[in-house]
């Protein structure tokens, strides 16, 4: 549904107090409808560049994955998720959280988050919404195997995540947040879901930002309410078959207008990784807000280590992490992240403490030292002796962190959950290299 007036038809429709919210929010927030007449001179104003599917969603069925088929029943889907749910929680364990309170209200002390959820999984196919008060979410093999069916990875794929399988009892809100750093597709496969959809511009990230800071202060539910203070957004009503392609970092909110089942594919590539790095302050205020904040801090210093050793060097011993490293051509990619890198580097060291510190300087230092010749390339500068490199690196390229930081972590890999990481016992010290006092010389 993509007019405004089917957009509130199907809000009336609902007839919820949610669905009023997000009919008022129509005025209040100015919003627009996804076929939107005016979306090039409101990027001109929002100061937005590029292509317009870098900045809004773009919703259509051939945006689906090919493999999906055209039609999953109710009784169908309750089969899948019946059949997948215990196998993914026999494979990662308390690892993930499958089942989500959304309603702060409800009183957890009469029905557990686990039997709310499956009564929204047995009412599947008795085309009951039931009142439960619970999303259940979790990594389906079956959709992932449809999913994978014909699937073409685009270009210089860092990470793909495994389909994700959500049901959304009717009437749940997810309320403002950001979309991950990859590119997402949703695709409503029973159902209808209203959307409202920012994008990531300057102003909606640093207000968005704002709003997780003071959030954290006292996790109180109204500071999150800033969706008046945001620019450009678009509503529309999403329904079975259509498939929802969502850019990185765009702001959302939605509503289940009936109970929906969504699955959702997600891949994170070089360029994201790139654009990821000016994004670095909300992603660290969003950890803030996070009851498990201090895992996915330590889950994404360890992903960002290995993707930038994959993008920068060599293994010898590994054929397939070489497909990854960035080609030394002029204007490239490789271009692109030293363009960005000492503007960002400050945020960068602040979100990943001192002891992922040492191993990112590792990482530089054995790219720069593999470099041809004497000059950084990275500023064109010339140092005086390979061995000088890392002071280098430290000095024009990096932060240096002399102080004892507790948030500092350890991360490594692990390969049974992928991206995982292992908190290190104690705070970790970080002292002076030793040959700090070495000179450097450099061409002003």
């Known amino acids: ?5 089917k957009v509130r038809a199907a809000l009336t429709a609902a007839s919820t107090e949610n669905a009023t919210l997000f009919t008022s929010l129509i005025d209040s927030c100015g919003l627009a409808p996804y076929s939107w007449k005016g979306k090039d001179a409101a990027k001109r104003k929002l100061g937005l560049d590029g292509p317009d ?11 689906a994955p090919v493999g999906l088929p055209k039609t999953l029943t109710a009784k169908d889907l309750q089969e899948i998720v019946l059949r997948d749910l215990p196998s993914a929680r026999e494979y990662f364990g308390d690892r993930l959280e499958y089942f989500t309170a959304f ?4 009183d957890s002390n009469e029905t557990s988050e686990e039997d709310a959820g499956m009564q929204v999984i047995n009412n599947l196919a008795a085309a009951s919404d039931g009142a439960s008060g619970v999303i259940v979410s979790f990594p389906s093999e079956s959709l992932e195997e449809m999913c994978r069916e014909k699937l073409i990875h685009p270009e210089n794929l860092l990470r793909s995540v495994m389909t994700t399988c ?6 749940t809100l997810l309320s403002l ?3 991950n750093e990859g590119t997402t597709v949703a695709t409503l496969l029973y159902g209808s879901v209203a959307w409202i959809v920012w994008p990531p511009s300057d102003h909606n990230m640093n207000t968005l930002q704002t709003a997780y800071e003071q959030y954290a202060q006292d996790f109180d539910e109204a500071k999150m309410e800033v969706a008046k203070d945001l620019h450009g957004g678009q509503i529309f009503v999403q329904t079975a078959g259509d498939a929802l392609r969502i850019p990185p970092f765009c702001l959302m909110m939605s509503l289940a207008l009936k109970t929906s089942v969504l699955t959702t594919n997600s891949h994170f590539i070089v360029e994201n990784f790139i654009d990821m790095l000016s994004k670095l302050p909300l992603l660290y205020a969003w950890y803030k807000t996070e ?5 996915h801090q330590s889950e994404f210093n360890c992903s960002m280590l290995r993707y930038l050793d994959l993008m920068l060097n060599d293994d010898g011993t590994e054929e397939n992490r070489n497909m990854l490293k960035l080609p030394r051509t002029k204007d490239g990619l490789l271009d692109s992240l030293f363009s960005i890198w000492d503007s960002t580097k ?22 720069l030292i593999s470099i041809p010749g004497r000059e950084c390339r990275m500023c064109n500068k010339s140092v005086r002796s390979k061995k000088l490199v890392k002071k280098h690196f430290i000095d024009a390229h990096w932060v240096k962190l002399k102080k004892r930081h507790d948030w500092g972590r350890a991360v490594v890999p692990n390969k049974d959950v992928g991206e995982s990481a292992q908190q290190a016992e104690g705070a970790i010290v970080v002292d002076d290299d030793d040959d700090d006092d070495e000179e450097v010389e450099a061409d002003e």
């Open 166 to 171: 959500t049901v959304l009892q009717g009437d």
């Open 103 to 106: 309603d702060p209200a409800q």
């Open 346 to 367: 400050d945020d960068l060291a602040a979100i990943m403490g001192p002891a992922d510190s040492v191993t990112m300087v590792k990482i530089w230092e054995e790219f």
């Open 177 to 179: 947040q950001h979309n």
């Open 1 to 5: 549904m993509a007019t405004l007036v």
């Open 291 to 295: 009851t498990d904040g201090e895992r």
């Open 53 to 63: 599917a870098v900045w809004y969603p773009v919703m259509a069925r051939n945006q």
